[in-house]
């Protein structure tokens, strides 16, 4: 089948990717656009693990102030030159990260932030509820891990469902940033405030470094 000219641009406008490999990705798709998008989206994120590992010294902290005044941001997120903070994608990445945080009210960037007491105060009490519900003991365990899933989508930025867009998690996004921008990207640390609300116990990693990936 021919690849149109509007098919690459529509394409690469929905997924950032380069123009050759929009269209190759067309060709292996027969110009199914839905499993082309699909493709590059798989191989990209395959890309940005492949630079997961690489120094992000570099970036932006960014202030974001929710429309009332009442909630405020401060989010760092690092890449690795001056060159990549500086330039729109980069940018909007960070902003949106900010705006997600006002919205969304995490408590950790990653689930590895989690303290390990927070998680086993978690699991008790999902036992406790499995045991209630009759559930034999030997599976306890296992059902209070299962719930551990729901629980970082709820408090961990990196897990929770991306506010413009419920079928990617924050940290698919990055990575989905990082293959377009090609350069390692790391939620650094955010804090969030809201006027009149206490400070939440047992959040440190709110200020700790967490590398995407």
């Not at 059902?143 to 998690?169: H, M, N, S, W």
């Not at 989905?176 to 390692?184: D, L, P, T, Y």
């Amino acid at each position: 089948m021919d690849i149109s000219a509007e098919m690459v641009r529509k394409l690469r406008e929905e997924t950032g990717a380069g123009m050759m490999d929009c269209k190759s990705a067309l060709v292996e798709a027969a110009g199914d656009i839905t499993t082309a998008r699909e493709n590059l989206r798989k191989k990209g994120l395959a890309a940005a693990q492949k630079r997961s590992g690489r120094t992000a010294s570099q970036g932006v902290v960014w202030a974001y102030i929710h429309p009332g005044s009442q909630i405020g941001v401060l989010v760092e997120v690092n890449c690795e030159t001056d060159f990549v903070a500086k330039t729109p994608e980069f940018q909007s990445l960070v902003k949106d990260i900010a705006m997600h945080v006002a919205a969304s009210s995490p408590l950790y960037v990653s689930k590895e932030d989690v303290p390990a007491q927070v998680l086993e105060k978690e699991k008790e009490i999902y036992r406790a509820q499995a045991a209630s519900q009759g559930k034999p003991a030997a599976v306890l365990d296992k059902i209070a891990e299962g719930k551990l899933k729901d629980y970082f989508a709820t408090v961990c930025l990196l897990e929770q469902p991306f506010i413009r867009d419920g079928k990617l998690t924050v940290g698919q996004l990055v990575q989905e940033k990082v293959a377009v921008i090609k350069e390692n990207i790391v939620v650094r640390r955010f804090a969030r405030f809201r006027v009149g609300e206490e400070s939440q116990p047992g959040a440190p990693s709110q200020t700790n470094t967490v590398p995407v990936g």
